[in-house]
């Protein structure tokens, strides 16, 4: 078998990467929106509500039994607001314009 002699006419086609000193244009967009972020303020808000409700119903004195701490706002509204205050965190990470 014959060797051919490589010339311009046969030279088989590669095409190099191109090199550039600019990088591609990257999408300059933010990923949250306004919105996203007053929804996380109001979720932190919900959130800080539900642990100042569950302050306090406590006795300063070890030897008397309080029986405030067992109320409805303590062991039942707190406790749902701290929830729905993450439930907001997660809408709001996830929240997108359509």
Known sequence: MAKQAVTKENKPQTKAPA??????????SM???KMNYILVLVGIAVIALGMILMIGGGSDDPDVFNPKMFDFRHITLAPILVLVGFV???VAIFWRKK
């Open 31 to 33: 990923p949250f929106t």
């Open 88 to 90: 907001v965190e997660i």
């Open 19 to 28: 090199v550039s000193s600019e990088r591609e244009p990257e999408n300059k």
